[in-house]
């Protein structure tokens, strides 16, 4: 295929797994980000930042991409709680520096990573900021016509090691202290998805004129309470670990839904076949212990 894409954020934790699966489908997919990567290949790899409108523009000009996702940005919601002026410049006036090149540059497809807590009362700034990315992004097609398609994503996991996946720091954190250590009841339900398939999930929407311009939801088809899921991590290690709960909870995150009333309706997508839990689970655990190892 000839179709140039890329991919702002194209090294993070879903960045790296969607660029190689695009890659294996023949696209000539490239990753554009502050930093690279092992997972992907250097002639693929081109330093950017989102914020810089100037280097942005050029890119532009030079490479004439056909699609553009942006998974750039804040990722972690307390980060952006604790900092939300720098998560309103990446999350939304980088997304907008991207947008607006797509049309100046007439981009076919814009594919926007927004997140379950643009959907919610939750979230704080970092919903906050999605949910205005959504907009603008809603706003440029009515205004230029640009086709665009919005991927919620929930519960993300994989056994690579990065900031903001939640299950490998657990685990790891687990192997080295012996303890889980979880600011809730465990009563909190989610849908966690392996980062392999929502990488390919999001590949496909490329590949589907009915997913343009629509809101995509992407969750696993397992609902685990995170209780159960300290569980299962205990379990595969042995039942060797201390499970401390708080009964104050973390309120800017969701117990059960991120949906509230308010929220624009979305078609939901998810995998199949898919990463099994369990040994989605058993993975992060081998590499996480690979690593400490290493570290000794």
Avoid at 205 to 231: Q, W
Wanted: glycine share 6%; with cysteine; charged share 25%.
């Amino acid at each position: 295929m000839n179709m140039k894409i890329a991919v702002f954020g194209g090294t993070g934790f879903l960045g790296s797994y969607l660029v190689t699966e695009l890659l294996e489908r023949g696209y000539n997919a490239f990753a554009l980000d502050i930093n690279d990567s092992e997972h992907i290949p250097l002639d693929k790899f081109i330093k950017t930042d989102i914020l810089d409108v100037h280097h942005l523009s050029q890119l532009f000009a030079d490479h004439k991409f056909d699609v553009v996702y942006n998974l750039a940005g804040f990722a972690s919601l307390e980060k952006a709680v604790e900092n939300p002026v720098a998560a309103f410049q990446l999350n939304v006036m980088g997304n907008l520096n991207l947008i607006d090149l797509c049309v100046k540059h007439e981009v076919k497809h814009f594919v926007y990573a927004s997140s379950a807590y643009a959907m919610s009362s939750k979230g704080s700034f970092y919903g906050l900021s999605k949910l205005s990315s959504e907009k603008i992004v809603e706003e440029y097609k009515e205004k230029y016509n640009l086709d665009y398609t919005i991927l919620r994503y929930g519960s993300l996991y994989s056994e690579r090691d990065f900031e903001n996946n939640y299950i490998f720091n657990l685990v790891k954190n687990a192997i080295k202290t012996g303890e889980i250590n979880h600011a809730g009841d465990g009563e909190e339900v989610r849908e966690y998805i392996h980062a392999f398939d929502a990488a390919k999930l999001s590949a496909d929407v490329i590949e589907n004129e009915e997913h343009k311009n629509k809101h995509l939801v992407l969750t696993g088809v397992e609902r685990i309470k995170r209780g159960e899921l300290f569980k299962m991590i205990n379990e595969i290690l042995g039942d060797t670990l201390k499970i401390n709960l708080s009964a104050d909870g973390y309120k800017n995150h969701y117990k059960y839904t991120p949906y509230s009333f308010t929220a624009k309706t979305s078609q939901k997508l998810t995998p199949n076949p898919y990463v099994e839990m369990g040994q989605g689970l058993l993975a992060c655990i081998q590499e996480a212990n690979e690593i400490l190892k290493g570290d000794e």
